[in-house]
């Protein structure tokens, strides 16, 4: 049975039927051996076990896909998607800003297989078109990104691709299922860690990718030889984190637009980056493209506010990495997500020590607020050398 809406979706949506007992939850099948006279062989590292599946199933709704896979982490999804559609020879054009695990694997897996790359020096259109050679296969794109949260126009981007018969993937996220679904936009392949907000509660490893049934076909065959499965048991805690999934989102997407409107407004934060306020430079595109603006937001303190301190006089947030889940939590990029590159690197990208990235969690909005007021005077300098 096909749901019309996300919030049926997440709770109905792939459901294996429990036609002994008639429980209302899918049951946990913990085989990974399957009796296979006159039906398909099952196999985890197949993904095709009930559990798998049924995730599998909700994602397809939720991201009106034909078909899809489920991995044990965001990097399998990734890894596993990209080297199943390349062949040796072949180019990628990437956006700049990438999740850092994903331009890692660029840069230390490419080069062994033979795959070449280029990165785009910007979100413009032209910027991709320019880098477009015989050999390229694939655009691939993260909006909006990590931790600036810049969009980038995914119906020219997908316009651009299929002029040149080119693939696009997208690794979908910071949006999840809920807030955007590329695939309407002409996008071919969407990839999530579910380690984020698919999962929600910071305790599962997932990975996700979706797409049409012959795209996953191909990738499949490489999957059955990279075998990043996941277990049973994971896959049914996956299912039960999805059935809140639309109204945590919901939630976060309220609670981030209430952070920064108020972050926007305080005179110790120096500047706001959230696609849904209106002086962002992404807001037009996201909101032709986004149904909501999601939970991530990152701010940059005054010079006076000393951003060690500030971390560290938080009480209700938590300085940790990872995003996505229930409780609020931040990181300073230029010491987690950006410590290994360079200063200039980082101040090419607009990633000073100031910066701070906020996941912004399912708690009371205005307890939110009065935390991180107080860190921002506890860590005001002038204070600190009166101290
Ligand atoms: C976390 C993350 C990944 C990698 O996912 P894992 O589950 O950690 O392997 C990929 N992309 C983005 C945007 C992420 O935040």
């Not at 477009?132 to 909006?144: D, N």
Request: aromatic letters at 8%.
């Amino acid at each position: 049975m096909k749901y019309q809406n996300k919030a049926t979706q997440c709770v109905h949506s792939g459901k294996v039927g429990d036609e002994k007992y008639k429980g209302v939850n899918s049951p946990v099948y913990t085989s990974s051996a399957y009796n296979y006279i006159d039906r398909e062989h099952l196999y985890p590292r197949y993904f095709n076990t009930p559990n798998q599946k049924a995730v599998v199933q909700k994602i397809c709704e939720l991201e009106q896909a034909e078909d899809g896979l489920l991995f044990s982490s965001g990097m399998a999804a990734i890894s596993t998607t990209m080297m199943g559609l390349l062949q040796k020879g072949d180019h990628v054009i990437f956006q700049n800003e990438l999740y850092g695990g994903t331009k890692h694997f660029i840069f230390n897996e490419f080069i062994k297989f033979g795959v070449e790359f280029s990165f785009a020096s910007s979100n413009e259109l032209t910027d991709f078109e320019q880098l477009i050679r015989p050999q390229t296969r694939i655009i691939y794109v993260e909006t909006p990104s990590n931790p600036l949260l810049t969009l980038i126009d995914l119906e020219e981007i997908s316009r651009l691709a299929k002029k040149h018969h080119l693939l696009t993937l997208i690794d979908n996220t910071f949006a999840s299922p809920i807030n955007q679904n590329p695939l309407l936009q002409g996008i071919d392949v969407v990839l999530h860690s579910a380690t984020k907000y698919i999962g929600g509660h910071s305790d599962i490893c997932a990975g996700l990718a979706v797409s049409s049934r012959e795209i996953i076909k191909k990738i499949s065959k490489s999957a059955w030889n990279f075998g990043g499965s996941p277990d049973n048991q994971m896959a049914y805690l996956l299912e039960r984190s999805l059935k809140t999934l639309h109204l945590r989102v919901k939630c976060q997407n309220e609670n981030a637009m209430y952070l920064a409107g108020q972050l926007s407004v305080h005179p110790l934060v120096e500047k706001v980056f959230y696609p849904g306020l209106e002086s962002h430079p992404g807001h037009l595109i996201a909101k032709k493209q986004m149904t909501g603006f999601g939970g991530m937001l990152s701010f940059r303190l005054q010079p006076e506010i000393d951003p060690v301190r500030f971390t560290q006089s938080l009480q209700l947030l938590t300085p940790a990495m990872s995003l996505g889940g229930v409780e609020t939590t931040l990181t300073q990029p230029s010491q987690t997500s950006h410590s290994k590159i360079t200063q200039a690197e980082r101040d090419a990208l607009g990633i000073s020590d100031h910066l701070m990235r906020l996941s912004v969690g399912i708690e009371d909005a205005g307890e939110l607020w009065n935390d991180l007021v107080q860190a921002i005077k506890k860590s005001y300098v002038a204070e600190a050398v009166s101290n």
